[in-house]
């Protein structure tokens, strides 16, 4: 193994405690991440195009019958929550407020785009969360629809509808080069290349968290209460949605999927609005943003072992045992 797979495959064994120092050089060096964040869409596509490369074509597409049910499970995920919660919140008389509109619309996204590595790093498949990053995605400009019409302080879907297909685009282009060389150059990836590919992907991951911590460390020194506040907040939405979907899965027969799907539930790309939504909506939702960084790269660390008690050890091995293809 030559030194950069090496270096590679420590980063892999160590891709928990990089995403904790990104999120901690995010907070504390708030000059180098604002000069990443306009590299944030770059950064996405890379991670991208690495998860697509790790999963292959034939794991990202599943059978039919798991096509079916990523169907169920985008619409449960991106429709029917977002709608129960918003009736909810129309019903007791919050649903203008920041808090209840950080929820309806994080529950509205898709999955985000490192969702495959973060189940990579909490020892389980990627690929059902690729399944579901890729289908959420297409679907998007239709689920997220009767959400705003449901509330229609939230503004123009339309525009929600271009982002989505942007977005939808970058996910086509890199899956598509992925693809194309696991097709031809790397038609098996071996446990070597698999680490590699894997330690790519978490430092990838850890210099897009420090990106998008941009508005933390400002709020860090100015409004620290305040920040905390949202913080315990972010942590109740993000962690309380996986631990209910994992529940839920559990009893419902999720098996080996359980980890990769639930991660999901919890961890949605409710940047996307921050390009299509009015100003006056999207600067409530800034610093619930900053914040829910934390308990997204927190995943792998906090509830693996969560995740391996759910689904049973055996079907959420590490990604050095796994099986190449």
Same mark, same amino acid.
């Given at each position: 193994? @030559?030194? &950069? ?33 306009? *590299? ?19 794991? %990202? ?114 899956? %598509?080069?992925?693809? /194309? ?48 506040? *949202? ?6 939405? @993000? ?8 529940? *839920?899965?559990?009893? $419902? ?15 949605? @790309? ?15 939702? &800034? ?10 790269? $927190? ?11 759910? #689904?049973? %050890?055996? #079907?959420?091995?590490?990604? /050095?045992?796994?099986? $190449?293809?």
């Amino acid at each position: 193994m @030559n030194t &950069l797979a090496a270096g590679l495959a420590l980063a892999a064994r160590h891709g928990r405690l990089l995403l904790i120092l990104g999120l901690v050089a995010g907070a504390l060096l708030p000059g180098l991440a604002s000069a990443l964040k306009p *590299w944030l869409q770059e950064l996405v596509a890379l991670l991208l195009f690495l998860a697509a490369l790790r999963v292959g074509p034939d794991r %990202a597409a599943g059978s039919l019958r798991g096509a079916g049910a990523t169907l169920g499970m985008v619409l449960a995920y991106q429709m029917v929550l977002p709608l129960a919660v918003a009736a909810l919140a129309l019903v007791f008389g919050i649903a203008g407020t920041s808090a209840a509109l950080a929820v309806i619309l994080m529950l509205s996204a898709p999955s985000i785009s490192g969702s495959p590595n973060l189940a990579i790093l909490s020892g389980a498949d990627p690929a059902p969360a690729f399944r579901l990053l890729i289908l959420g995605t297409a679907l998007l400009p239709l689920t997220v629809l009767p959400v705003f019409h449901i509330l229609p302080a939230l503004g123009d879907g339309g525009q929600v509808v271009g982002a989505a297909l942007r977005l939808l685009a970058v996910i086509g282009g890199a899956g %598509a080069m992925a693809f /194309a060389l696991r097709r031809t150059v790397l038609r098996r990836l071996s446990a070597e290349r698999v680490a590699a590919l894997d330690g790519a992907a978490a430092l990838t991951m850890a210099i897009v968290v420090i990106g998008l911590m941009s508005a933390v460390g400002p709020a860090l020194r100015s409004a620290p209460v305040t920040l905390l506040g *949202w913080l315990g907040f972010a942590f109740l939405v @993000n962690f309380g949605f996986q631990i209910a979907a994992a529940i *839920w899965l559990r009893r $419902t027969g999720g098996g080996p999927d359980l980890p990769a799907k639930s991660i999901v539930a919890g961890n949605r @790309n409710i940047a996307l609005f921050l390009v299509a939504l009015p100003p006056a909506t999207t600067d409530q939702l &800034l610093m619930f943003i900053g914040c829910y960084q934390v308990p997204m790269y $927190t995943t792998p660390l906090l509830l693996s072992a969560f995740y391996r008690r759910m #689904s049973g %050890a055996a #079907s959420c091995t590490p990604h /050095a045992q796994e099986e $190449t293809r």
